[in-house]
């Protein structure tokens, strides 16, 4: 999916759906730690979690500590509008 161009609040549903599936995997990878095919899914759905949050941070800032990181020196993760508070366009 994340080759379709997405606004900034498809892409904020996008990570929502996948973080999901993560959060339900390792949910199930808890009492099956060595079913090959789920660890499988759940590197497959990592990765794409994490090129989203890569890509919702590079067009609208951070969204989560994981892709968090100091511009040019100063620290802007406190001082964006979250998603809650209006920052979707």
Known sequence: ????PMNQQQLFTWINEISFACNDIILYLDTHPDDEEAMN?????SEMRRKALKTYEEHYG????????????????????????????
Request: hydrophobic share 40%; glycine share 8%; aromatic share 22%.
């Open 1 to 4: 999916m994340m080759n379709i």
């Open 41 to 45: 899914y759940f590197n497959h759905y």
């Open 62 to 89: 951070p969204l989560t500590i994981d892709t968090a990181a100091p511009v040019s020196g100063k620290w802007y993760w406190s001082t964006q509008k979250w998603p809650w508070e209006g920052g979707m366009c």
